[in-house]
């Protein structure tokens, strides 16, 4: 149990009672099929890491929980179950609730295998960083921020959140024509931001 984080423990802990379970699960079998895993914590969240590269992460939140691949955008897909849309909720198992919403565990196990295949290989993945026009651009409204303040959970999954997803709710918020409109859409925003989605979540 020396590569089990405490800080994960405590995770687990604090988490509701609907998610433990899914937590448990994923953290076992993360470890059944990568016995070199190295569990750390980073965004406020478990992750797994593998021959220094980052492998998956898990997240909980109020009603659901969320899995994902560091690589899911390389990577083979042949059980047509990773979602990579850049719009969708954190995470690329979609929304879990329960137990009976994750692939079976053989399939997973394969997908982490597969995960592992690329830090083997040394396979890294572009990611494009904003060019320093961009984070000017993208600097969070005084407003938005003391909004945040008062919602500690929002604030963290904010701050993890992508450029992307982060430009998109700042988008809509200076869009709003009257002052009324964005104060409505920074309460739904503060709501969604907590459960860990995208401002087009939906679509």
Sequence with gaps: MSN????IDAYIDKAADFAKPIIIHLRELIHAACPDVEETWKWSFPVFMYKGGMLCNIAAFKKHCAFGFWKASIMPDPDNILTIADKAAMGHL???????????DSILKKYIKAAMKLNDEGVTVARPKPTE???????????????LKKNKEAEKIFNA???????????????????????????????????????????
């Design 4 to 7: 089990h984080d405490p800080r």
């Design 94 to 104: 979609d929304k879990i609730e329960k137990l009976q919403d994750l692939p079976k």
């Design 133 to 147: 026009k961009e984070k000017k651009e993208l600097q969070v409204p005084d407003y938005f921020t003391k909004e």
């Design 161 to 203: 959140f992508s450029y992307s997803h982060k430009k998109e709710y700042i988008q809509w918020f200076e869009e709003a024509k009257t002052e009324p409109t964005r104060n409505k859409r920074m309460a739904q925003a503060l709501e969604w931001i907590a459960e860990g989605k995208g401002r087009n979540w939906k679509y």
